[in-house]
């Protein structure tokens, strides 16, 4: 196990009362993937919603946690130990509120820098060294209301652009997973999504 087989984690919050907020921008771009792929439905495993995609290159593994944000580190590691996965097949896609929305950023290791999903996932593999893919949602007006800006919805102005970002960073995940990551940061990084773009990957 592990020889051909990536996995790609969103991080996110269940339920309805999360579904479009800024926080989840993880699920929205796992969902972005499976839509992509026709996949009809989720396995549940994993303490997560699960899905594989097979590819020229292997075996795409999608992972949905569904242990809330701050608990998001024990489906990454179930699924890292059944299949056996080196932490460089490993990509955790988070939202990013140092980056504006439009803006997508690859990178190997390093902190969590106070988000909460990421640190639970270092604790609970041990490690920092597995990709991140961040996504920007820009910050609040009122620099103290983070948590309530996270946890609110895109204005509607805001969600073709959040949407076509999601379709996007979908893309990003595909080169990450073909080609590697640092071709995936060379294509990706330094981008600024835009509504009149076309595909962006192969």
Same mark, same amino acid.
């Given at each position: 196990m592990g020889d051909d087989q990536w996995l790609a984690v969103g991080l996110g919050n269940p339920g309805p009362r999360y579904a479009d907020t800024? =926080?989840? /921008? !993880?699920?929205? /771009?796992?969902?972005? $993937?499976?839509?992509?792929?026709?996949? #009809?439905s989720y396995e549940?495993?994993?303490? !997560?919603?699960? %899905?594989?995609? =097979?590819?020229?290159? !292997?075996?795409? $593994?999608? $992972? &949905? #946690? $569904?242990?809330?944000?701050?608990?998001? !580190?024990?489906? /990454?590691?179930k699924a890292v130990q059944?299949? &056996?996965l080196p932490l460089e097949r490993v990509l955790i896609i988070h939202d990013d509120m140092d980056l504006p929305l439009g803006v997508i950023r690859l990178r190997q290791g390093g902190s969590a820098a106070g988000h909460h999903g990421v640190e639970s996932v270092i604790s609970e593999l041990g490690s920092d060294r597995f990709a991140r893919l961040r996504v920007g949602i820009g910050r609040p007006a009122v620099k103290n209301e983070g948590r309530?800006?996270?946890?609110? #919805?895109? #204005? %509607? %102005?805001?969600?073709?652009? %959040?949407e076509r970002v999601a379709f996007v960073a979908a893309q990003a995940v595909l080169v990450w997973h073909r080609e590697g990551l640092t071709a995936a940061m060379n294509r990706f990084n330094g981008l600024r999504i835009r509504l009149d773009?076309?595909?962006?990957?192969?």
């Open positions: 800024r =926080h989840n /921008v !993880g699920f929205c /771009v796992i969902d972005a $993937l499976a839509r992509e792929f026709r996949i #009809p549940r495993r994993f303490d !997560g919603e699960f %899905a594989s995609i =097979h590819t020229d290159r !292997g075996q795409l $593994l999608l $992972l &949905k #946690p $569904l242990t809330f944000m701050n608990l998001s !580190g024990r489906a /990454v590691r059944w299949y &056996k309530s800006y996270v946890l609110s #919805p895109f #204005p %509607a %102005a805001e969600r073709p652009l %959040a773009e076309s595909s962006l990957a192969d």
